[in-house]
């Protein structure tokens, strides 16, 4: 990561947070902040996905290549071009809205194969960690808005899985945050003070300072401090099938298999625009991109703004020492020297089988090699990536007791990997509005790897303003609104290479 050994302490310009006095750097987004290509884009990848474990486990569930109707309709009054979680939502708040109104939804591939079929399956709220970062680019009453914003979303998600009854493996519990050497352990006790004496809310945050009791608590032997406080876990495929299932009942087309070309304005006809797609068109009066990672390839207006960048994600089976009732109990993000971070979901009300996200260090090198090969910001068939994988099993071999002498049989221990794409906001956080000059056209996306603790009110809170309300009525941080001035200002931050905030 390029800032890591930076010793100033100003975040406008750079990716993470660095003291003066320490080498160290608090990164808690997940090297997402990488400053990627300026140009790079492309559509869904057709073809050679790797299947990640949520997708694996539903290979026979009729809802992956969904048609509702054969043929695609000829028009409509909404399409949504995206089946992920952001797409999926906003249908359902748009049938909420207006139950009559006709939603389309298209996908390029099967029913939510982007980001949300294939992240880690955390949803965890940030409660202090980037505090200091959202100050430093957008001041402290916005900073305080997006912590408070995404216990919300967490809160939402929440709320929405139990009174559904969603089958999805929710899990609600403590989750650590563990700083891995001193250096880290000083930066986060910082923040995290800096946070509460700013008037943030840290009572539900427990936290402990002494090394011996964070490792006891954590089960991480390095562990310097432990702060704990709840979050979920869950099956991600899962909670989006459950809601577009309800949709489609409801009267939402989904059309999978369906990639959108281009979205041009219609000059005669009733309606103001059409979605050109691969298998034919659709007259419509409003279009919602819920295309995340991939928007800047069918609105060039986002290019640099929004940005591809493959992520990983690493399945490993616990040894037996490490199942049943010595099951790892608690979700993860481990904070580390470099700036890098695991964020680790253990399945704790399921299968127990431990997925690794984040971004490791292995990542810097999977982001260098995009960037020479840019072709591949969209390859989410990647697999078994060594330089990733390595660092999980060092993490591992090194800080949890006992997994390195275990006996590990077939079918135990490190299974495989997959990549996914996360769409990186050229300002760290997404975008929620009107696009500037296509009026009808919307937008939700552009979540920098952290859509699950987004999404639950992102997306509400776009149909609210696609309902003429205002910003306000959306309870979602100002930062987040996609205005002219916002989109101007990174594109021309972008043309003339500078440097922006970054968080
Ligand atoms: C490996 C990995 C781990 C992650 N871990 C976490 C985590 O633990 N917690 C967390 O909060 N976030 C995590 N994220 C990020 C999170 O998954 C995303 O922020 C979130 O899923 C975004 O949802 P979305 O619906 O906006 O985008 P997506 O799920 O990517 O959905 C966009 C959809 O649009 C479709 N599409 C795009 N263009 C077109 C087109 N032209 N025509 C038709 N369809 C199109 C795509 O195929 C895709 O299905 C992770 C991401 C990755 C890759």
């Given at each position: 990561?390029?800032?890591?050994?930076?010793?100033?302490?100003?975040?406008?310009?750079?990716?993470?947070?660095?003291?003066?006095?320490?080498?160290?750097?608090?990164?808690?987004?997940?090297?997402?902040?990488?400053?990627?290509?300026?140009?790079?884009?492309?559509?869904?990848?057709?073809?050679?996905?790797?299947?990640?474990?949520w997708l694996q486990q539903v290979r026979s569930d009729t809802l992956l290549d969904h048609r509702t109707t054969?043929?695609?309709?000829?028009?409509?009054?909404?399409?949504?071009?995206?089946?992920?979680?952001?797409?999926?939502?906003?249908?359902?708040?748009?049938?909420?809205?207006?139950?009559?109104?006709?939603?389309?939804?298209?996908?390029?591939?099967?029913?939510?194969?982007?980001?949300?079929?294939?992240?880690?399956?955390?949803?965890?709220?940030?409660?202090?960690?980037?505090?200091?970062?959202?100050?430093?680019?957008?001041?402290?009453?916005?900073?305080?808005?997006?912590?408070?914003?995404?216990?919300?979303?967490w809160r939402a998600l929440v709320s929405y899985v139990k009174e559904n009854n969603v089958d999805c493996d929710?899990?609600?519990?403590?989750?650590?945050?563990?700083?891995?050497?001193?250096?880290?352990?000083?930066?986060?006790?910082?923040?995290?003070?800096?946070?509460?004496?700013?008037?943030?809310?840290?009572?539900?945050?427990?936290?402990?300072?002494?090394?011996?009791?964070?490792?006891?608590?954590?089960?991480?032997?390095?562990?310097?401090?432990?702060?704990?406080?709840?979050?979920?876990?869950?099956?991600?495929?899962?909670?989006?099938?459950?809601?577009?299932?309800?949709?489609?009942?409801?009267?939402?087309?989904?059309?999978?298999?369906?990639?959108?070309?281009?979205?041009?304005?219609?000059?005669?006809?009733?309606?103001?625009?059409?979605?050109?797609?691969?298998?034919?068109?659709?007259?419509?009066?409003?279009?919602?991109?819920?295309?995340?990672?991939?928007?800047?390839?069918?609105?060039?207006?986002?290019?640099?703004?929004?940005?591809?960048?493959?992520?990983?994600?690493?399945?490993?089976?616990?040894?037996?020492?490490?199942?049943?009732?010595?099951?790892?109990?608690?979700?993860?993000?481990?904070?580390?020297?470099?700036?890098?971070?695991?964020?680790?979901?253990?399945?704790?009300?399921?299968?127990?089988?431990?997925?690794?996200?984040?971004?490791?260090?292995?990542?810097?090198?999977?982001?260098?090699?995009?960037?020479?090969?840019?072709?591949?910001?969209?390859?989410?068939?990647?697999?078994?990536?060594?330089?990733?994988?390595?660092?999980?099993?060092?993490?591992?071999?090194?800080?949890?007791?006992?997994?390195?002498?275990?006996?590990?049989?077939?079918?135990?221990?490190?299974?495989?990997?997959?990549?996914?794409?996360?769409?990186?906001?050229?300002?760290?956080?997404?975008?929620?509005?009107?696009?500037?000059?296509?009026?009808?056209?919307?937008?939700?996306?552009?979540?920098?790897?952290?859509?699950?603790?987004?999404?639950?009110?992102?997306?509400?809170?776009?149909?609210?303003?696609?309902?003429?309300?205002?910003?306000?009525?959306?309870?979602?941080?100002?930062?987040?609104?996609?205005?002219?001035?916002?989109?101007?200002?990174?594109?021309?931050?972008?043309?003339?290479?500078?440097?922006?905030?970054?968080?």
């Open positions: 990561m390029k800032e890591a050994d930076s010793r100033s302490p100003q975040i406008g310009s750079v990716t993470g947070v660095t003291l003066p006095a320490v080498p160290a750097i608090l990164n808690a987004d997940d090297y997402a902040s990488a400053p990627p290509d300026h140009q790079r884009t492309g559509f869904p990848k057709q073809g050679g996905q790797s299947l990640s474990y054969n043929e695609l309709p000829l028009e409509a009054d909404v399409v949504v071009i995206g089946s992920g979680i952001t797409g999926t939502l906003v249908a359902k708040h748009h049938l909420e809205t207006w139950p009559n109104k006709t939603v389309v939804v298209v996908e390029a591939r099967e029913f939510c194969s982007g980001a949300t079929g294939r992240n880690a399956g955390h949803c965890k709220p940030d409660q202090w960690r980037h505090f200091a970062k959202f100050e430093a680019a957008y001041g402290e009453e916005q900073a305080i808005k997006i912590m408070n914003n995404e216990a919300a979303t929710l899990w609600v519990g403590d989750t650590l945050d563990v700083p891995l050497n001193d250096d880290v352990a000083k930066i986060a006790r910082e923040v995290f003070e800096r946070y509460k004496d700013l008037g943030g809310k840290v009572d539900h945050i427990s936290v402990t300072h002494d090394p011996a009791d964070a490792a006891r608590i954590s089960r991480i032997k390095n562990a310097r401090a432990c702060y704990a406080w709840h979050a979920s876990t869950l099956q991600p495929w899962k909670l989006t099938a459950h809601v577009m299932r309800d949709n489609i009942a409801k009267g939402v087309n989904l059309q999978t298999y369906t990639v959108a070309k281009s979205v041009i304005e219609n000059t005669t006809g009733v309606h103001k625009w059409t979605v050109n797609t691969d298998r034919g068109s659709i007259a419509c009066d409003t279009v919602v991109h819920a295309t995340n990672a991939y928007s800047a390839a069918l609105e060039p207006s986002l290019k640099g703004i929004i940005t591809p960048k493959p992520h990983m994600c690493n399945k490993v089976v616990p040894p037996r020492s490490y199942s049943g009732s010595n099951a790892i109990k608690n979700s993860y993000g481990v904070l580390l020297p470099n700036g890098g971070i695991f964020s680790i979901n253990p399945r704790c009300s399921a299968d127990g089988i431990l997925m690794f996200g984040g971004s490791n260090p292995g990542q810097q090198q999977l982001d260098e090699w995009v960037e020479r090969h840019p072709e591949n910001c969209i390859n989410d068939g990647l697999s078994r990536v060594d330089i990733v994988t390595e660092q999980v099993r060092r993490f591992i071999e090194e800080n949890f007791e006992g997994w390195e002498d275990a006996e590990f049989g077939p079918g135990e221990g490190f299974d495989y990997s997959w990549s996914g794409i996360i769409g990186l906001s050229a300002d760290g956080v997404p975008f929620v509005g009107e696009l500037p000059g296509k009026p009808g056209q919307w937008i939700c996306a552009g979540h920098h790897g952290h859509g699950m603790a987004r999404t639950f009110t992102a997306a509400p809170g776009l149909v609210k303003l696609m309902h003429g309300q205002p910003w306000a009525a959306t309870g979602l941080p100002e930062v987040y609104q996609m205005t002219p001035e916002r989109l101007q200002r990174l594109q021309k931050a972008n043309q003339e290479m500078v440097k922006i905030a970054t968080v």
